[in-house]
């Protein structure tokens, strides 16, 4: 499910950074919360993988982050992990659920891998709840593609069953680390003879939405961006239908220390510093920072990516949609 994979094992062969080291994450942490940042989501790969997981989630703790996020595809989450989660006070997991049956899971992420992680979530939770630990909270992302389309409002059910606070959905793109290339024609990709099964997906998805107060605010998109996901496998979507903040609402450091933003790599320069040699400040207002913002403003790509959101926008938003059906 992550082309970061691939990414690394090309810059192990030319002999490249393969991982973030501590020290370097440490520094982009304080810098971030120096210049005002609140939130930090740590992604891999995997990070349970890594040992240095727990001491990065503390530090950023007792730096004053107050919103810390790991991205997880929940295999890992044994008594152990858990416990270690408790005692670095991780706020939020994100778990990946495409699927809501072993059959479509194991085409997705691996075989035998479904009930290991429902088993693991309802782990936590059961712990949680012995403890009357309220966090950390959990959410779902899914990613809906040609193998799961089928099977999105069983998701929603399945989310609701393990406790999940909320579910975000988003249309898949053949390579995550150049949204520019959403894939049409991939395996992935909902082919022309199956927009039917789509449009009655997300249907369902929005009436499930506009059932009750609870679960309007269960599933994350608004109506307007469920009704969009249609047009993006159309390739009929209008790119500037939702603003893009991929400029400003976050940046993404990765395994060499690059910081990037959101453009088109097979055309500009992705990666806008280096955080090794540089302060996050010195990087943030750039020269080069401003071109690749003024790229995205005039960005053409059709994207209905999360991260190109502004969660706090959506939140205003949704809190008074839901006030306006639900008088």
Known sequence: MCSMYDRMQSFKLENRPDELDALTIKKVIKEAFDMGVTSLILIGGEPFLSPELFELISFAKRCGIRGVTVVTNGTLLSEEIIGKIFDCNLDNLSVSIDAASEDTFARIRGEN????????????????????????????????MNQNVEEI???????????????????????????????????????????????????????????SRENFGFIANSTKHLSLIRKYFRGRLNPRVIP????????????EGKVYFCVNQAKYQAAFGD?????????????????????????????????????????????????????
Do not use: H, M
């Open 113 to 144: 891998v479904f009930n290991k992680v429902i088993a693991n979530i309802n782990l936590l939770n059961s712990i949680k709840e012995k403890q009357n630990r309220i966090s950390p909270g959990i959410v779902c992302v899914c990613t809906i």
């Open 153 to 211: 409002l069983e998701i929603v059910s399945l989310c609701k069953r393990l406790k999940i606070s909320r579910i975000i959905f988003q249309p898949v793109v053949s390579d995550n680390t150049d949204q520019n290339k959403p894939g049409f024609g991939a395996s992935v990709f909902i082919p022309p003879d199956r927009y039917g099964i789509l449009d009655r997906a997300v249907d369902s998805l929005i009436k499930y939405k506009l059932s």
């Open 244 to 255: 893009c903040y991929s400029g400003y609402n976050r940046i993404q450091i990765v395994q």
């Open 275 to 327: 955080i090794k040699n540089e302060s996050l400040r010195k990087i943030w207002f750039s020269k080069y920072s401003r071109f690749c913002r003024n790229q995205i403003k005039r960005c053409n790509f059709p994207c209905l990516q999360w991260c190109a959101y502004r969660d706090e926008f959506i939140e205003l938003r949704e809190a008074w949609q839901k006030k306006l059906i639900f008088k």
